[in-house]
């Protein structure tokens, strides 16, 4: 309902319009103003269609007539283009060109002096910038395809039709004979200034390679016979078109057969070699030879000169040798080693070293040369130190064999197959200040000998040590309680160290260890305990690592529980020596005659202890026979058919 209702008022106003057209001129009802000079010919109402369509919105139909600018527009290029009016429409042209302003207001109001040309697709640049609008912009450089397509009829007032290269300004020098595009060549600043490699000669007749792209361009485009420079008809057929024959005729073949445009000392073999049997000549080129350019050899460019060649030292000079083989019977002649495949590796093998003063055996003959024959060129020595092993290898034990009686001799203990396994055995050493002995012997050199970071400058295995006691290897695990024992001497002045208890042949062998000179000597049963009975390890350990010895208990109620349940205590301890020893336990040392009141006479005598002694009692949850009370009552023991004695009790 609101579209048909917009409709209808659509077509009341459009009645209306009619009736005011009737009433009134129809200029004077319509238009807004009369047209510009350019549109004078669509003056009158008549024409209003030409560039209105009436009724809706307004439209304007501009480009329908502009078709020139219609196609910039379309194809995106053109100033017109950069204001991004959407192609077909007109109805962003009234921004800039306002019409119905009178017969001589202009259409286009720009300043030349601030317009920026870029926005045009062609930046002014160098010499460009500096010209007048109308230097270009002129009817005889509007190109003949533009032409009918604009609808100025002065070309010379329209700003269209240009061509963006620069022969239509600019007279072409070259008459055509080369690229249209002139930027190839020149720039903006300065003409004169030709700049070639923007210029790609590869797409011409001849193509640059080599040293020639390096040439100037005038070294081979001369002027000709208008005296400006040739940029056709110029021979390049042959070398020498531009060059001399340097070998004056010594060869019939052309240049390119040896040499090629990188650079003429820079002669191509493979085609010498195609060309030129160097075989049938006195030296045929063998091996690396066949590669040698021909200069290095033929240094005057004189081929037709005879070059001694009977000796490698005719053309390899100086020796690189510096003289070492001067005295060999074949004068240090170069063949003798080398050949001409190469100059590596030589031919020289360890075959050949045997015939020297220093055979190569055993590890040797595994060598590189360079390893001995450190390579430094020509002071590469050849004739080296041997007599001893230090004279190449260096002290691996940090001096501790340079003093006598080894005086760094390797080969007392090393040989040529190898530097490990030592030779260095264990009837050998004998000869050292520490024999071998017990366990020592079947210890790996290495859990001695370890490396110490004493040494400089790198960590060394240690073989002499300052002082040989058991503690230069082993620690002390009872941290210095039998200090004093260790360091009693020996008969050749050295101290015992561990071995005043222990031997070599096993830590727990302690064969050395008198308990009798302690203050506990082991008696009787005692020399059959174990030491952990009585030398208890803390922290529940099974070693006699961590324990003081000197600890230990000397009473034997410091180890043995009362079993009499304290009836013999006197004060908090019972002496169990006053009726037992060591040697054992049963039976007891007790004297009844003298430490009791019932002196044991007669048969009594001969009677056991547990005849009378009966009374028990519990204690601490264990039954113990108590000695006290006992009756003495023979009537107690005996009964009442006996005669009775007075009781003591």
């Known amino acids: 309902m609101p579209e048909l209702r917009r409709r209808h008022y659509s077509v009341l106003f459009a009645l209306a319009t009619i009736c005011f057209w009737l009433a009134k001129p129809v200029t004077a ?3 807004p103003g009369p047209l510009s000079h350019a549109h004078q010919s669509l003056s009158g109402s008549t024409n209003c269609a030409t560039c209105h369509k009436l009724g809706g919105q307004r439209t304007f139909k501009c480009l329908e007539c502009h078709t020139e600018i219609a196609t910039r527009i379309a194809a995106h290029k053109g100033l017109h283009a950069t204001y991004h009016i959407e192609p077909g429409s007109s109805q962003d042209c009234a921004r800039c060109h306002s019409e ?53 009829k002065d070309l010379n007032k329209t700003f269209l039709g240009l061509s963006q290269a620069c022969v239509p300004c600019h007279q072409d020098e070259h008459k055509g004979r080369l690229a249209p595009n002139c930027s190839h ?22 193509p640059l390679t080599g040293l020639h792209a390096q040439v100037a361009c005038q070294k081979c485009h001369t002027p000709g016979p208008d005296n400006k420079p040739r940029y056709v008809g110029i021979p390049f057929g042959k070398c020498a078109d531009c060059h001399t024959d340097p070998h004056r005729g010594s060869f019939v073949q052309g240049c390119e057969s040896c040499h090629n445009t990188s650079g003429w000392k820079k002669i191509s073999v493979s085609a010498v070699n195609e060309r030129f049997d160097h075989s049938k000549t006195k030296y045929p080129l063998l091996g690396k030879h066949a590669e040698v350019d021909c200069l290095q050899c033929h240094r005057s460019g004189d081929f037709k000169k005879p070059l001694p060649f009977q000796k490698c030292m005719d053309c390899h000079m100086p020796d690189p040798h510096n003289g070492q083989f001067a005295k060999r019977p074949d004068g240090g002649e170069c063949a003798s080693c080398h050949g001409v495949e190469g100059w590596k590796p030589s031919k020289f093998t360890v075959k050949d070293h045997a015939s020297t003063a220093y055979p190569l055996q055993g590890g040797h003959a595994k060598l590189e040369c360079a390893q001995c024959h450190i390579p430094k060129g020509k002071d590469t020595l050849f004739k080296v130190k041997f007599q001893r092993c230090t004279d190449c290898h260096s002290d691996q034990h940090a001096g501790q064999f340079a003093a006598a009686p080894y005086a760094n001799a390797c080969d007392r203990c090393h040989n040529l197959e190898g530097y490990k396994p030592s030779t260095f055995t264990l009837a050998r050493h004998k000869e050292t200040h520490f024999l071998l002995t017990g366990g020592h012997i079947a210890v790996p050199c290495g859990d001695c000998h370890k490396e110490s970071a004493d040494f400089k400058p790198r960590p060394t295995a240690l073989y002499r040590w ?40 096993s830590w727990r062998e302690l064969s050395g260890f008198d308990h009798s000179k302690t203050s506990f000597p082991l008696l009787g049963t005692h020399r059959a305990t174990a030491c952990i009975d009585c030398h208890k390890p803390t922290n529940m350990e099974t070693r006699l690592i961590n324990v003081d010895f000197k600890a230990a208990p000397t009473k034997c109620e410091d180890c043995h529980e009362d079993v009499h349940g304290r009836q013999f205590a006197k004060g908090n301890t019972t002496p169990c020596a006053g009726c037992h020893n060591s040697t054992k336990w049963k039976p007891s040392l007790f004297d009844h005659d003298k430490r009791s009141a019932f002196s044991l006479q007669g048969a009594h005598r001969n009677v056991k202890c547990g005849a009378c002694h009966r009374l028990t009692r519990l ?28 009781s003591t009790n």
């Open 619 to 646: 204690v601490a949850g264990k039954t113990v026979l108590f000695y006290k009370p006992t009756p003495k009552d023979c009537a107690a023991c005996h009964g009442t058919s006996t005669p009775t004695a007075k």
């Open 100 to 152: 119905h302003n009178g017969e001589d207001f202009p259409l286009i109001e720009w300043d030349p002096k601030t317009f920026d040309h870029k926005q045009t697709g062609y930046a002014l640049e160098g010499k460009h910038a500096g010209l007048a609008c109308n230097r270009c912009h002129t009817a005889d450089k509007v190109s003949a395809s533009e032409r009918t397509t604009i609808r100025t």
């Open 29 to 31: 009802q319509i238009s």
């Open 466 to 505: 300052k002082e040989l006691s058991c503690t230069s290897c082993h620690s002390d695990p009872h941290k210095g309680q039998f200090k004093e024992r260790m360091q009693v001497l020996r008969s050749n002045g050295t101290a015992v160290g561990c071995e005043a208890c222990h031997s070599t042949k």
């Open 185 to 206: 060549c020149h720039n903006f600043e300065d003409w004169k200034t030709v700049t070639v490699g923007q210029f790609d000669h590869s797409k011409t007749r001849y």
